[in-house]
C-alpha cells in the first residue's frame, strides 16, 4: 500500500527473470550485462537490459525481498523522490561499474568481460540510506552476546546476494558507492540527477493505477512476536499508540477553538519517559528536560515531506532529536 513504484519492481522484473529462466532460454542474451561488447562495440543499450533483469533467480528473489523491505523509503519520501534516487544511483553506478572493472584490470590484470545482470546497483545503493536513516531497535539477543535488530534480516538478505555470484562485489561497490554520492548533501547530486515534475505526472496518471493497492482493512493490528516478551512490548506499544492518537484528537479539537499549534510536549512525555530496553541509548529519567537544539537537516527532511517548520520543530524536540519517531507521528497525527 503507498508503494506503487516498488510494487512493479517487484512484479515487472521478476515476472521477466521467470519467463526467461523458463520458457524464453534464447533470449537471455540480449539481457546479458556484456562490458566487453558496451566498450568495443558500443552496444549501449546492453546497459539498460543487462541492469534491469536479473538471470539468475537466486538473486531475482533476493532483490525481490530487499525491494520490499525498502519500500518504506517510498511511503516515507514519496514516488518521484524515490524513482529520482533509484533513476540517480542507477546512472552513477552504471559509471562506478566501468571505472572498477578498469581498476581491477590495471591493479590485480583481471580481465572481466561481463558482470552479473540485474537492478543490483540500486538496491545495493539502498543500503546507505537504510542504515543512516532507519533505527536500530534490538528485539532479542542470542547467547548474550550477538543482538538481533529489526533490521538484521535485511543485512543477511544482502550479504546472500552479495554471496551469489563470483563478481558481484563490484555491483555492490559501485551501488554502495552511488547511494553515498546521492545522498551526499555537499556534491548536490539529487538536484541534477532527478525525475521532472512532468514525467512524475505521467506515470502518475498511467502507471500508478496499475499498480496501486487498496489500503488494507483487515490488518492485525497487534505484533506476532516470537517470545511472550516481545508480544508483551508490541502490545505496550500498541496501547501508548492508541492513547496518544487520541490525546492529538482532542488536542485538535481544542485547537480548532482556541487557534494555535499542537503542544507536542504534552503527547510524547509518556512514551519518552518509559523505561524501554530497546531504547536504552536514549535518556528516561523522569523530569528531564527536552533538548533546545535541533538539527536543520532533519528540520529540512521534514519539511520536504509537507510538515511545517513549526511542527517539525516541535516534533522533533518533542521526540529527543529522533527522526523516525517524529515522522511517525507527523504522519499518523
Not at 508480544?231 to 499508540?241: G, I, S
Not at 488536542?251 to 504534552?266: D, L
Amino acid at each position: 500500500d503507498k508503494a506503487p513504484l516498488s510494487k512493479s519492481l517487484l512484479l515487472v522484473p521478476s515476472a521477466i527473470s521467470i519467463l526467461l529462466t523458463l520458457l524464453f532460454q534464447h533470449y537471455q542474451k540480449f539481457f546479458a550485462y556484456n562490458l566487453q561488447a558496451v566498450k568495443e562495440d558500443f552496444q549501449i543499450w546492453r546497459l539498460v537490459c543487462g541492469r534491469t533483469i536479473c538471470l539468475d533467480l537466486k538473486d531475482t528473489f533476493c532483490s525481490t525481498l530487499l525491494i520490499y523491505n525498502f519500500r518504506i523509503f517510498e511511503r516515507r519520501y514519496g514516488s518521484r523522490k524515490f524513482s529520482s534516487f533509484l533513476l540517480g544511483a542507477w546512472m552513477l553506478s552504471a559509471l562506478f561499474d566501468l571505472l572498477l572493472v578498469e581498476i581491477t584490470q590495471y591493479i590485480f590484470g583481471i580481465t572481466i568481460n561481463s558482470l552479473p545482470s540485474g537492478f543490483l546497483g540500486p538496491v545495493f545503493a539502498l543500503f546507505v540510506p537504510f542504515y543512516s536513516s532507519i533505527p536500530r531497535v534490538q528485539v532479542t539477543q542470542v547467547l548474550g552476546y550477538f543482538s538481533i535488530t529489526n533490521k538484521s534480516l535485511v543485512y543477511i538478505l544482502g550479504l546472500q546476494l552479495l554471496t551469489s555470484g563470483s563478481y558481484i562485489w563490484i555491483l555492490a561497490l559501485s551501488g554502495l558507492i552511488s547511494g553515498i554520492c546521492y545522498n551526499s548533501s555537499m556534491l548536490k547530486v539529487h538536484r541534477i540527477l532527478c525525475v521532472p515534475r512532468w514525467v512524475a505526472k505521467i506515470f502518475s496518471w498511467t502507471l500508478e493505477p496499475v499498480f496501486s493497492s487498496v489500503e488494507p482493512t483487515s490488518e492485525v493490528r497487534v505484533g506476532m512476536g516470537a517470545t511472550v516478551d516481545i508480544q508483551r512490548q508490541q502490545r505496550m506499544e500498541l496501547l501508548d499508540r492508541q492513547i496518544m492518537m487520541s490525546q492529538v484528537a482532542q488536542m485538535r479539537r481544542q485547537r480548532q477553538q482556541q487557534g494555535g499549534m499542537i503542544n507536542w510536549n504534552r503527547l510524547f512525555p509518556p512514551l519518552r519517559h518509559r523505561h524501554n530496553a530497546n531504547y536504552q541509548d536514549h535518556p528516561s529519567e523522569q523530569g528531564m528536560p527536552p533538548p533546545t537544539e535541533v538539527s536543520e537537516e532533519q528540520v529540512a527532511r521534514l519539511m520536504e515531506m509537507g510538515f511545517s517548520r513549526g511542527d517539525a520543530l516541535e516534533a522533533l524536540r518533542a521526540s529527543n532529536n529522533d527522526l523516525n519517531v517524529a515522522t511517525n507521528f507527523l504522519l499518523q497525527h
